[in-house]
Structures are given as C-alpha cells and as structure tokens.
C-alpha cells in the first residue's frame, strides 16, 4: 500500500504544509501566541494530509479507499494510546488532549472526504451542506478549541463559517473542479436555472449560468450572516483568526459578483499585499476594541 504521509522530526515540518500549501490559513495563523500557532499548524498538517489522500490523480479509488480506511485506523490508534505509526496523528493526539478538542470533528473530517471519493455530484442543496458540514465546519470545531472561548453560541458561528468558506471555495473553483469530472453545484439549482451539466461541462458563460451564480452567492452570504449572528462580543477578540480567514474569503465572494460570475475566464484571487492588508487591519481593529485575555477564558480553562 501507498505511504499516507511522511513522518514529522518537529514541529517546523508541520508548518511547512502551511506554508507549502499556500493557504490562507497562514495568513490568519501567523499572528496566534506561538502555542496555539503550533497546535492550529498540527491540525492543519492533519487536515491537508487527508485531503491529499483523496486528492491523489495517482492513486486509483480502490487504492484510496484502503488509504484512507488505514488513516482513521491509525487515528483510532493515536487516540487510544498514542502509538500510531504515523508521527503526525500521535502529535495530533497531544494537541487533543492539551486542548480538550472533541475528538468527533476529526472523524467527520474523515468522513467528508470519503464522499469525494463516492460521489462527483449533488442533487440537493442539503446535501451539499451535510459535504460542506463535514469537511469545512469541522475545522471550525476544531480551531475554536485552542482559540478558546467564553459563550456555546461560538460553536454555531464555526458551523456557519466554515460552510460559508466551502461554499466559497465552491463557487471559484468551478472551473477546476469540472475539469476533474466534478459538479459541486446542487443539480436541483441547475434545473432551476435552466442550465446543464452539459453546460457546464463546456464553462458556457450565459444569463442562465449568471442567475445561477447569483442565486448560489447569495446562500453563501447568508452563511457568513449567520455565522456573524453567532459571534458574541465576549468572543470576538478571541476568534480573530477565524474573522481574518472570514475577510479573505468574502472578499473572494464579493470579486465573483464583480466579475458578474465569470469564474470561467480567471480564477479568481486576492492578492498578497491585500491579504496581508487584512491580515494587518482585523488584528489590530481586535486589539483595540476587544479585550481578549487568553488566561482568563471561562471554558475547559482556556
């Protein structure tokens, strides 16, 4: 069988999938205490480590299947006692304990990405919530654990946000995820909006596909609504990294409705200097009119 994953020697090398992948999490990460920077980074490692199961073009889905079977063994295993042969889920384990993560998001993570592996379309908009739940929403539940915070209400904002970011990732990487044979889009809305797989397999650009796209923004928007519903203000200051990753990825959203949802011609991106814009703006708006004392926290502790 194929080797999931390389071991780790430290913790550095878990970083280092951050910043290989070029993700807007490091933006978001790069200003947590240097504990909960190393902590969010091994939950990302395991996060990224899993998807890349499924995402392998070189591996067949049988081969996959069997991968990813081993990984929630050997995740089982980490939990238990600690002596998994991967490196990465015993440093995983710690970081569950350390933290009191609930150890559910992680096998729903799973979970999630095994519907990649079983399905390349959604006929209903619920069902695309059960996929968006299970692979976004749980890094949510994961994250707010070492974030910490004060009011249950702050669970239900990392539900809505990380559905809102999927849906997000969604809408931009039509393109892309067509050409791997995917259609994330429910087919319901398709046929709603009088437009084909066929069309779309063709990136036909048309007032149908923009009605469409109209219509599936505006379900994204009302998942960052709800998520900023959730979001008390005894929490914010704490949760400034989730509202950083938020800025980035409306500010994706909002460059699609720009374009007047030609995700066909360009990905769409936000640049570098804008991220760090960002980046920059949230923290320092958090630190002056919130006050978050990370050894004050009311929950577990934290």
């Not at 910043?19 to 969010?40: C, G, T, V």
């Not at 395991?46 to 199961?53: A, L, N, Y």
């Not at 084909?196 to 219509?215: A, G, P, R, V």
């Not at 929490?235 to 500010?251: C, P, Q, S, T």
């Amino acid at each position: 069988m194929t080797k999931i994953t390389k071991e780790f020697s430290s913790e550095s090398e878990e970083k280092e999938i951050t910043r290989q992948s070029k993700s807007n999490f490091l933006y978001s990460f790069s200003l947590l205490s240097k504990e909960k920077n190393d902590a969010i980074n091994t939950v990302y490692a395991f996060c990224r480590k899993t998807d890349d199961i499924v995402d392998d073009e070189n591996e067949s889905i049988e081969t996959k299947h069997s991968m990813i079977t081993e990984w929630r063994n050997e995740l089982e295993k980490a939990l238990k006692n600690g002596d998994s042969k991967y490196s990465l889920l015993n440093s995983l384990n710690k970081i569950i304990k350390k933290f009191n993560i609930p150890a559910e998001p992680f096998f729903d993570l799973i979970k999630g990405m095994e519907m990649d592996l079983k399905k390349n379309r959604y006929n209903t908009f619920g069902e695309l919530i059960d996929y968006c739940f299970n692979v976004a929403s749980t890094v949510g539940l994961m994250s707010i654990e070492i974030f910490g915070y004060n009011n249950p209400k702050t669970k239900d904002f990392a539900v809505n946000l990380g559905i809102a970011l999927q849906l997000t990732n969604i809408l931009r990487d039509i393109k892309t995820d067509a050409e791997h044979g995917r259609i994330y889009i429910p087919l319901e809305d398709m046929e709603s909006f009088n437009y084909t797989e066929e069309d779309l397999l063709k990136f036909k650009y048309n007032s149908n596909f923009i009605n469409l796209m109209k219509h599936e923004c505006g379900r994204a928007r009302h998942y960052y609504n709800e998520a900023n519903k959730n979001l008390t203000k005894e929490d914010k200051g704490l949760m400034f990294a989730a509202r950083i990753m938020e800025h980035i990825y409306f500010r994706v959203l909002e460059k699609i409705e720009k374009k007047n949802y030609n995700v066909f011609e360009k990905k769409v991106k936000v640049s570098k200097l804008k991220k760090i814009y960002i980046t920059a703006g949230v923290y320092l708006k958090y630190k002056l009119l919130y006050s978050f004392d990370e050894n004050k926290l009311a929950l577990n502790g934290k």
